[in-house]
């Protein structure tokens, strides 16, 4: 831990080296649209460091996994609290400071764990309705630890990082992990306005005019989703849509499964 003072409610973005060539992207969109931003930002990377004065870089060190390097950067948090970015959420909508400050002080109100602000995209039956504003997820959802936007209890969020996983096995066997967790909430709105913009390390093609109407020229570190990449994207999509419709009955196998994997 360093020496700077510690904060009640930071943001970091959750990023690495060989992304260095977005946090332009990010930045650029971040305080374009949460230019009076209150909370302290923090990008994480390995040993990078992004330039500017409004941005403090947590080096984790030399990569060994997704999990690894995250921890280490959480640990490096000079705060309580986190206010959780993936460095390609790229914003397109005015953030409020408001709203935030609404939801995080619900968040210290519930002694919450997590509090992601999207809505929340689990099974209805694992939720509880708090009221017009806020749900519980309740131990058992699948995506109980998604890595949307959120903001998290850094004490919870490092006893779930487990060394080794990607993001995808931390979304899936860390959302068994959290079971033991009561405290994990869900907006019933996505609070931040923000686009996805790359995916298996290439550049989302349908954000393009977004991007061109920004005045962001797509840096040359990634390429472009070809536009048969693109179409079988989609088709994914699709599937999983209809393979989440169609396995229902088959849900308690793969909680099995999932059990498994997590105690091996």
């Given at each position: 831990?360093?020496?700077?003072?510690?904060e009640?409610?930071?943001?970091?973005?959750?990023?690495?080296?060989?992304?260095?060539?977005?946090?332009?992207?990010f930045?650029?969109?971040?305080?374009k649209?949460?230019?009076?931003?209150?909370?302290?930002?923090f990008?994480g990377?390995?040993e990078k460091?992004y330039?500017?004065?409004?941005?403090?870089?947590?080096?984790?060190?030399?990569?060994?996994?997704?999990?690894?390097?995250?921890?280490?950067?959480?640990?490096?948090?000079?705060a309580?609290?986190?206010?959780?970015?993936?460095?390609?959420?790229?914003l397109y909508?005015?953030v409020?400071?408001?709203?935030?400050?609404?939801?995080y002080?619900?968040?210290?109100k519930?002694?919450?764990?997590?509090?992601?602000?999207?809505?929340?995209?689990?099974?209805?039956?694992?939720?509880?309705?708090?009221?017009?504003?806020?749900?519980?997820?309740l131990p058992?959802d699948?995506?109980?630890?998604?890595?949307?936007?959120?903001?998290?209890?850094?004490s919870?969020?490092l006893?779930?990082?487990k060394?080794?996983?990607?993001?995808?096995?931390m979304?899936?066997f860390?959302?068994?992990?959290?079971?033991?967790?009561?405290?994990f909430?869900?907006?019933?709105?996505?609070?931040?306005?923000?686009k996805?913009?790359?995916?298996?390390?290439?550049?989302l093609?349908?954000h393009?005019?977004?991007y061109?109407?920004?005045g962001?020229?797509?840096?040359?570190g990634?390429?472009?989703?070809?536009?048969t990449?693109?179409?079988?994207?989609?088709?994914?999509?699709?599937?999983?849509?209809?393979?989440?419709?169609?396995?229902?009955?088959?849900?308690?196998?793969?909680?099995?499964l999932?059990?498994?994997?997590i105690?091996?």
């Open positions: 831990m360093s020496n700077m003072p510690e009640n409610l930071v943001v970091l973005v959750n990023s690495c080296d060989k992304y260095a060539d977005i946090w332009p992207v930045f650029q969109l971040f305080f649209y949460w230019p009076d931003c209150p909370y302290p930002v990008l990377s390995n460091v330039d500017d004065p409004r941005v403090t870089t947590l080096c984790a060190g030399p990569d060994k996994s997704w999990a690894d390097t995250t921890r280490a950067m959480v640990a490096k948090v000079p309580t609290n986190i206010l959780w970015f993936l460095d390609d959420f790229f909508g005015k409020s400071n408001s709203e935030i400050a609404e939801y002080e619900r968040f210290v519930l002694q919450a764990n997590h509090l992601r602000l999207q809505a929340h995209g689990g099974s209805d039956q694992l939720k509880r309705s708090i009221d017009a504003k806020l749900v519980e997820i058992g699948d995506y109980r630890t998604s890595l949307g936007n959120a903001i998290w209890r850094r919870t969020l006893g779930l990082l060394a080794g996983e990607s993001p995808w096995e979304e899936s860390g959302s068994r992990r959290s079971d033991q967790f009561n405290g909430y869900a907006t019933r709105q996505d609070i931040f306005q923000r996805n913009g790359l995916e298996r390390g290439k550049w093609r349908e393009l005019p977004f061109a109407s920004e962001i020229t797509i840096p040359a990634h390429a472009v989703m070809s536009r990449e693109h179409n079988a994207k989609l088709m994914r999509q699709h599937m999983k849509r209809y393979l989440k419709r169609s396995l229902v009955p088959f849900r308690s196998v793969y909680r099995v999932k059990d498994k994997k105690n091996e």
